[in-house]
């Protein structure tokens, strides 16, 4: 047995959670205090990403949420903060819950994933996501319906741009034309000279007639010799490809049991959060009865691994709970301060529908405007709150009742209300308190190699906590 441990960080404001007199918690500030606070929520996510590694944990994911003045989340851009952090360490590995593919040009976030990869020296957990608000989604206005009120073409989309990204990541040179995408434009002139000389060469590995269609100039076009041409380009090459081979690990944030499905069967982890241990289970069951049932999908083709989570593979179904370690002699107090922290993730969250996860296997479905409380979201444990013995306590049962082999537990620290400082502390506790147990008891951790890019300096912790 094993044990793999990460971090998860959604980016919520700094500020004071505050209830307000409808009895809905946001963070208690006006826009010019949130626009600062997510400006500080930003550094300190750095500073944690880098402080993380040197603490020992595993992985480091983040989200990518836009345009919330309520002060739950904050992530625009994840491979763009995760390459500064990737500059300042060494081992711990960056995953995404997850880039919205919906919200991207494929070729795009292929590009920018592929640069962190290279960043980092191979230690890109690439996620993909479809998402699921309308602010977001709508705002950015893509003609393929990426909203939540379009499902089945968002869900269409999703899965061309997964097949371009891989697409782009294994091939040198390629094509696609799809339902959404045609790439490169079946009417894109490109009678280049350098193009033509280059793909002359048999070294390169394609020839003139693969990239191009080559044809007579064109009588309705002057000027440039590339565009007064009848050639246009077949095939394109994205650069950078990443450093892992064939590509990354790729994860999917799941809920429902056609995208548990999906991702079995396209090689890609699972991950989830909000849902209590029963459904963990039955979700980890879904996930290896559709994973067996075809062959064991791999993109190493490393054939079946553990239920649940195989440690050496990195491969199966991780799981994610708020955690908070309640300090000695300061119990009640922390209790009751970490509690409207929660209620407003969850007063932004359940409008969603994402109370109806929170039943238990064969309790009645809750009402989706159903008020979800801190006591509730304890209750389930899916908000893991206590001293550090008892947080060790209440993972081993979630690992025992989910029924894992190995584990792979990743932790959500950060609230609303928490400045960087006492983040830090709790990761800082997690790592000096549990974590030794969590390893011990579940038989150790991965040993992951430290990267070898040359991108990375060989620095201290400048300006992180405990430098």
């Known amino acids: 047995m094993a044990i793999e441990i990460g971090i998860f960080h959604n980016g919520a404001s700094d500020l004071k959670a505050v209830t307000t007199p409808n009895g809905v918690v946001v963070n208690d500030g006006s826009l010019e205090e949130v626009h600062r606070s997510y400006q500080r929520v930003l550094v300190g996510q750095v500073r944690q990403g880098i402080l993380a590694d040197r603490l020992g944990y595993d992985y480091w994911f983040m989200t990518e949420h836009h345009f919330m003045p309520e002060g739950p989340e904050f992530s625009p851009s994840p491979l763009l903060t995760e390459a500064a952090i990737a500059s300042q360490t060494k081992r711990i590995r960056f995953g995404q819950m997850a880039n919205i593919l919906p919200w991207w040009h494929p070729l795009r976030v292929a590009e920018q994933a592929a640069m962190l990869d290279v960043i980092s020296g191979g230690r890109l957990e690439f996620g993909i996501g479809r998402g699921y608000q309308p602010r977001e989604a709508e705002t950015w206005g893509w003609r393929y319906g990426s909203t939540i009120q379009d499902q089945e073409r968002n869900r269409a989309y999703f899965e061309e741009a997964f097949e371009i990204i891989m697409k782009a990541w294994t091939q040198p040179s390629f094509s696609h034309h799809g339902e959404y995408w045609s790439l490169p434009p079946r009417h894109t002139k490109w009678n280049h000279k350098a193009t033509m000389a280059y793909f ?5 590995g394609r020839r003139v007639e693969d990239v191009l269609k080559v044809g007579a100039p064109d009588m309705y076009s002057v000027g440039s010799p590339i565009m007064a041409s009848t050639t246009t380009l077949k095939e394109i090459s994205v650069f950078p490809q990443p450093v892992q081979k064939p ?53 190493l083709n490393r054939g079946p691994w553990k239920f649940g989570w195989d440690a050496a593979k990195h491969r199966g179904f991780g799981c994610c709970r708020y955690v908070h370690i309640l300090r000695p002699g300061h119990e009640r107090e922390d209790l009751q301060r970490y509690k409207e922290p929660i209620e407003l993730q969850w007063d932004y969250y359940g409008p969603f529908g994402f109370a109806a996860v929170l039943s238990d296997l064969g309790e009645p479905m809750y009402d989706l405007n159903m008020k979800v409380t801190a006591d509730l979201i304890m209750q389930k444990e899916i908000a893991i709150v206590g001293t550090a013995d008892e947080v060790v306590d209440k993972i081993m049962l979630i690992k025992e009742r989910g029924g894992y082999d190995d584990f792979m537990f990743t932790a959500w620290f950060e609230a609303g209300g928490y400045s960087t400082e006492e983040i830090e502390e709790q990761m800082q506790v997690f790592a000096s308190e549990v974590m030794p ?7 150790g951790g991965p040993t992951l190699t430290e990267s070898t890019s040359q991108f990375v300096p060989e620095r201290g912790l400048a300006g992180v906590a405990g430098s």
């Open 437 to 443: 147990t969590l390893r011990r008891e579940c038989g």
């Open 247 to 299: 590509h990354p690990q790729v994860w999917e944030p799941v809920t429902s049991e056609r995208s548990i499905r999906w991702a079995a069967r396209n090689k890609v982890n699972a991950f989830t959060v909000p849902e209590p241990t029963s459904r963990l289970k039955r979700n980890i069951e879904i996930y290896y009865e559709e994973a067996e049932k075809n062959g064991w999908p791999d993109r």
């Open 200 to 204: 002359s060469m048999a070294k390169a």
